[in-house]
């Protein structure tokens, strides 16, 4: 497995391209600047096969009409989020978009505990609502990309539609309780993080007596 991250857009969000020992590739996230995107792809010799969406924000999908069209790959989302791909006014609402977003319609609708595999690689989906109703985050061996979900000592805003600190806080502590081990956890901003880390140090996680 090839991991290559990706920082991207006005809001600085990070895109993941994981490839197989078959440089066959998912996209995670396309936040922006689809020409960055793509060059990394053809830089590494990679075939995309998927793009996968952890949830529906402006920042995390700026790139994917232009990206899926280049590699006509088909796009993976919760069924509960894939709205959101539709709604070119929400998503051209924020005040960072210089690049009118065009809708787009997701291929495959997931949820939680579906799997997708490509070569030796298998992902797995896992609802973590509360950023959004329908965030997911995407285990792969021992790494999960939690989007905007878990970050380092935090967590994603709530404030926008869709948002519920409760329901998220909740999902934090789920994903703790379900995932015992030690992770390594790729965030859709800001560094990477660990599981263990998290649970020493992130004021939202309440570990049970």
């Keep these: 497995m090839k991991l290559t991250k990706l920082v991207l857009g ?11 020992d078959k440089n066959n590739c998912i996209i995670i996230d396309p936040a922006d600047e689809a020409d960055k995107i793509i060059a990394a792809v053809k830089e590494n ?7 996968f969406i952890t949830h529906g924000h402006t920042d995390h999908i700026l790139a994917l009409e232009e990206v899926a069209k280049h590699f006509d790959a088909p796009i993976v989302i919760s069924r509960i989020d894939a709205w959101r791909l539709e709604d070119e006014e929400l998503i051209n609402e924020r005040p960072y978009v210089t690049k009118p977003y065009k809708a787009v319609k997701a291929d495959i609708l997931i949820e939680e505990g579906d ?40 967590h994603g805003k709530t404030t926008l539609p869709g948002g519920d600190e409760n329901r998220l806080i909740e999902s934090i502590n789920r994903l703790v309780k379900d995932f015992k081990d030690d992770y390594k956890i790729l965030t859709g901003h800001r560094e990477e993080t660990t599981l263990d880390y998290e649970r020493k140090h992130n004021p939202y996680i309440k570990l049970e007596e």
């Design 10 to 20: 006005a809001c600085i969000t990070n895109c993941y391209i994981v490839a197989s």
């Design 45 to 51: 010799a990679l075939t995309v096969k998927y793009i």
């Design 115 to 154: 799997e997708i595999e490509l070569d030796e690689l298998k992902f797995r989906f896992y609802g973590m609502p509360g950023h959004t109703d329908g965030s997911m985050a995407i285990v792969l061996n021992d790494i999960i990309f939690t989007g905007d979900t878990l970050l380092k000592e935090n």
